[in-house]
């Protein structure tokens, strides 16, 4: 069996999508240039998503450009959506930072250190899973073809004419600036925009889903844990003051993992509750494109986006069960312990351990919806419904 992870090795993922945007959540020490560089790089992205999301949103408001073609308002309402999203993440974010900072240092310092105790945590069970893993290599791949895949297709078609016939000037986005793009200066700036503004929102998206689901895991692997501890624990009817000071400290040890996942809901909860809805808006508009476009080169990367937007929140929603399970186990522990060998105040104090542990903890989008695979379910109807009414209204 090889070494077991660091608690860095947990928040890799979600460290890396802001520190490629620029931003170092935790300010780690590096030398003058480097700061210099990525608080450069920082600014170019928030400038470019101002500046893109503007544009979206003026565009949509100027109706005349989109109205009389089902594709283009698909296609407008799509990236509105997903840019959305991302503003609303990325605010959140940035209100919480301190918070969520704080949050992660905390769980840091409870995470067990020398390798026996990580063996008992069994922390590789709670890092992000290979298929995880996979999405999100996915998810990058898909995003960095739908990235290039236009500058590349008014390249070969450039170069197929032999120069005798325009550069296409194909964009990411179909989003008109208030500069002309169809230049080779305008379109190289163009261009620059769309990069870091999708990286921003790409990153975005993703980044505070990732962070929220490893600090879910984290949360999940202390509930497993204490789990374990009490339903193995031994106690007698000799050794009531040894046993009370066990129960003792895995109270207090429980109700400190409750208190990190009520940071939890109260940092993410305005995220997951905007989530929801904006995701499946996002997969009905998704959807209604690929079937417009049919099996061309646009249409299949669409389709590729529906399915990566459709796995990131079935991985967020998969961690919010995950925290569900785990939580419950303290109450099923406490009825497996073998607390008939205990003293009677031993029983007294399992038995509220038990209620206390009853209920069990939850990721909810402010107290409205808990996050589960109950929700995926719930979100992929709202999805079909969706999908249905503005095909049929389309189609009349």
């Not at 900072?101 to 390798?115: A, C």
Request: glycine share 4%; with cysteine.
């Amino acid at each position: 069996m090889g070494k077991q992870r660091s608690y860095e090795d947990n928040t890799y993922f979600a460290n890396m999508m802001f520190k490629t945007l620029g931003y170092d959540l935790f300010d780690s020490p590096r030398p003058r240039w480097q700061n210099l560089l990525l608080r450069s790089y920082f600014i170019l992205c928030v400038t470019s998503n101002c500046y893109g999301a503007s544009m979206v949103t003026y565009r949509i408001l100027q109706w005349e450009s989109v109205a009389g073609s089902p594709s283009k308002i698909m296609q407008h309402g799509l990236h509105f959506f997903y840019m959305f999203n991302a503003q609303v993440k990325f605010v959140t974010f940035m209100m919480y930072r301190k918070r969520i900072r704080s949050l992660s240092n905390n769980l840091k310092e409870v995470y067990p250190n020398d390798e026996k105790n990580q063996k008992e945590y069994n922390v590789d069970r709670f890092y992000l899973s290979r298929i995880t893993r996979n999405v999100l290599y996915l998810y990058c791949i898909t995003m960095v073809i739908m990235a290039f895949l236009p500058l590349i297709q008014s390249c070969i078609m450039y170069l197929i004419g032999f120069g005798n016939v325009a550069f296409p000037y194909k964009r990411i986005f179909p989003t008109r600036f208030t500069f002309d793009s169809e230049t080779p200066l305008g379109y190289v700036g163009a261009y620059v925009i769309d990069i870091a503004y999708s990286q921003f929102i790409v990153n975005v998206n993703l980044g505070t889903d990732l962070w929220m689901m490893c600090i879910s895991s984290q949360i999940s692997m202390h509930f497993a844990y204490l789990a374990n501890v009490l339903s193995s624990y031994c106690p007698s009817r000799e050794g009531e003051r040894q046993d009370c000071h066990f129960l003792a400290g895995l109270v207090k040890r429980h109700q400190l993992i409750l208190r990190y996942n009520k940071d939890v809901n109260d940092v993410f909860g305005l995220l997951l509750a905007s989530n929801l809805f904006i995701t499946a808006s996002l997969l009905c508009c998704v959807a209604y494109f690929t079937v417009v476009q049919g099996y061309n080169t646009e249409g299949i990367s669409y389709m590729m986006l529906f399915v990566i937007v459709t796995a990131q929140f079935y991985m967020v929603s998969s961690h919010g069960q995950m925290l569900i399970d785990f939580s419950s186990k303290i109450a099923e522990a406490a009825y497996e312990n073998r607390w008939y060998d205990g003293s009677l105040r031993y029983k007294k104090k399992i038995l509220i351990l038990m209620g206390r542990a009853q209920r069990p903890a939850e990721i909810s989008a402010k107290g409205m919806i808990i996050i589960s695979l109950d929700t995926f379910k719930i979100l992929m109807t709202m999805t079909y419904r969706f999908f249905a009414v503005i095909r049929q209204t389309v189609e009349k």
